[in-house]
């Protein structure tokens, strides 16, 4: 089956500054990918996601970026606030009649003043 | 519009004890999920329902049944509750059935501890 493997599992970062997420899957037929944004006690919830008919996909100061030929998607966050701090998920889904999501196992960005 | 329902909130079991945690989607979502959370290892898939009237397996279903009650319901059962399976549960639904939109919506959670 699908593997998803993200890193890191812990990013410091200022505030103001970059933060990137990396992660590589094993199957080449998954064609989509979301990232989604867990906060302490609360549900995940999705931030932006990908197909794989598109490289790159922005929505204000988040980004992904997808490479098919080498199997790995990042997300890219830009100016970074105190409020981005939270754990993220990468996954990947299969085409088919239930979008079976595979995750990553997360990364904890906290976001220092 | 309270999007996925997800009952009980928390839940503590004696070790062999049963229970069955309910789900409710009122999106008109064709498709269910169970997830379960543990540290360190993300969100691993229990069971799913791409469609009333259908079950199937995912990456981590023993211990666990589930049932499609309707479109809108999704529970599932803990027969004889085992420490391992202490864990965060999260009921998930999507439009599923070839559709492309392919998002997923996450209930609050099931924080549940077997001791």
């Known amino acids: 089956g699908e593997n998803v493997e993200q890193h890191p599992s812990t990013l410091s970062v200022q505030e103001g500054d970059s933060a990137v997420i990396k992660c590589t899957y094993s199957?080449?037929?998954?064609?989509?990918f979301p990232w989604y944004k867990q906060e302490l006690g609360k549900r995940p919830q999705l931030i932006i996601d990908i197909r794989s008919n598109v490289g790159e996909k922005k929505d204000q100061r988040i980004a992904v970026t997808l490479n098919k030929t080498a199997k790995h998607f990042s997300l890219h966050i830009t100016e970074t606030q105190p409020e981005d701090s939270a754990v993220y998920f990468c996954?990947?889904?299969?085409?088919?009649?239930?979008?079976?999501?595979?995750f990553g196992t997360g990364t904890r960005l906290q976001v220092t003043l | 519009n309270a999007g996925v329902t997800q009952t009980p909130k928390f839940q503590v079991l004696k070790t062999g004890q049963s229970m069955t945690l309910q789900c409710a989607q009122d999106?008109?979502?064709?498709?269910m999920y169970w997830y379960r959370q543990d540290p360190g290892m993300g969100l691993r898939l229990i069971y799913y329902?791409?469609?009333?009237?259908?079950?199937d397996k995912g990456e981590v279903p023993n211990g666990y049944n589930v049932s499609r009650l309707n479109k809108r319901e999704f529970s599932l059962r803990l027969e004889s509750a085992a420490p391992s399976q202490t864990s965060v549960y999260f009921c998930a639904s999507s439009k599923g059935w070839g559709s492309f939109d392919t998002e997923a919506f996450f209930g609050q959670g099931t924080r549940l501890t077997v001791v």
């Open positions: 996954a990947a889904s299969k085409p088919g009649t239930a979008s079976k999501l595979t």
């Open positions: 999106m008109n979502h064709n498709s």
């Open positions: 329902s791409a469609s009333e009237g259908t079950t």
């Open positions: 199957d080449s037929a998954s064609n989509y």
